[in-house]
């Protein structure tokens, strides 16, 4: 393939890979449990036994080993992520979980290695907001090729908060964890990106969650 990409990665990753599982955990537990909460979000996906399922941003896996038992043997799941030390934990979780039905692969979600229309849904969770605006609207348009037609796509990341509680906790997750590129995202909107990524992905859902810190989006693929 090889389109040209926006060159832009935030190798955070790489050096706190180690410390991420305990830290999302923490975070989690806090707002009701991790798992519980990546399970909730995951349902608006309504992943089928069978399905095929990409997980951009995959990071440790931890979304996309539930999706592996949500699509079972009949099923596949990918989960691309351009650090190598997340998918190095991504992959002794395959280890240990024993599924035969994922694969973690590095790669960069502007440019996919798989053939148009090859997946039923696609997730991205907490990934968006690290790519600039050019990655975002480069994914965007991956995601719309990569989908078959009437395929999904959940994401899930930042909004822009309307409600005390959510201003001030993405005031706080900003300034601790994140750069310049999830302030521009919350600015810009996803919606607006999607409209300027020129791509027909009609949003069906949209949920707020954590207080109104985050959104998840569902959309679907239609006819260009
Ligand atoms: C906040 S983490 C979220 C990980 C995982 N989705 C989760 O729910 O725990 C963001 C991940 O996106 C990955 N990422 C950022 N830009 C990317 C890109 N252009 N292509 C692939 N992965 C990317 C990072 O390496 C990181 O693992």
Same mark, same amino acid.
């Given at each position: 393939?090889?389109?040209?990409?926006?060159g832009y990665? $935030?190798?955070?990753?790489?050096?706190?890979?180690?410390?991420y599982?305990?830290?999302v955990?923490?975070?989690?537990?806090?707002?009701? %449990? =991790?798992?519980?909460?990546?399970?909730?979000?995951l349902?608006?996906?309504?992943?089928? @036994? #069978?399905?095929k399922?990409?997980?951009i #941003? !995959?990071?440790? %896996?931890?979304?996309?080993? /539930?999706?592996?038992?949500?699509?079972?043997?009949?099923?596949? @799941?990918?989960?691309?992520?351009?650090?190598?030390?997340?998918?190095?934990?991504?992959? $002794?979780?395959?280890?240990?979980?024993?599924?035969?039905? @994922?694969? *973690?692969?590095?790669a960069?979600?502007?440019d996919?290695?798989?053939h148009?229309?090859y *997946?039923?849904k696609?997730?991205? *969770?907490?990934?968006?907001?690290?790519?600039?605006?050019? %990655? $975002?609207?480069?994914?965007?348009?991956?995601i719309y090729?990569?989908?078959?037609?009437? %395929?999904?796509?959940?994401?899930?990341?930042?909004?822009?908060?309307e409600?005390?509680? #959510?201003?001030?906790?993405t005031?706080l997750?900003?300034?601790?964890?994140? #750069?310049?590129?999830?302030?521009d995202m919350i600015?810009?909107?996803?919606?607006? =990106?999607?409209k =300027?990524a020129?791509?027909?992905?009609? /949003? @069906?859902?949209?949920?707020?969650?954590? !207080?109104?810190?985050g &959104?998840?989006?569902?959309m679907?693929? &239609?006819g260009?």
């Open positions: 393939m090889n389109k040209k990409t926006s990665y $935030r190798d955070e990753f790489n050096k706190m890979a180690w410390i599982d305990p830290a955990s923490l975070i989690g537990a806090i707002f009701g %449990g =991790e798992k519980r909460i990546r399970r909730k979000i349902r608006l996906a309504d992943i089928k @036994v #069978g399905d399922v990409l997980d #941003g !995959c990071g440790t %896996g931890t979304s996309a080993l /539930i999706i592996a038992r949500d699509v079972g043997d009949k099923g596949e @799941v990918v989960g691309i992520d351009l650090s190598e030390k997340m998918l190095d934990i991504a992959k $002794r979780k395959i280890d240990r979980s024993g599924f035969h039905n @994922v694969t *973690f692969l590095k960069n979600a502007e996919i290695t798989y148009d229309s *997946f039923d696609i997730t991205a *969770f907490a990934v968006l907001h690290e790519m600039n605006h050019e %990655g $975002r609207i480069n994914t965007l348009r991956e090729r990569l989908l078959k037609l009437e %395929g999904k796509a959940l994401i899930a990341d930042y909004d822009l908060p409600k005390i509680g #959510g201003i001030l906790l005031g997750l900003l300034r601790m964890f994140e #750069g310049e590129t999830a302030r600015e810009r909107g996803i919606d607006s =990106e999607i =300027e020129g791509v027909n992905l009609r /949003i @069906v859902k949209k949920e707020s969650i954590l !207080c109104g810190a &959104q998840v989006l569902l679907e693929k &239609q260009a």
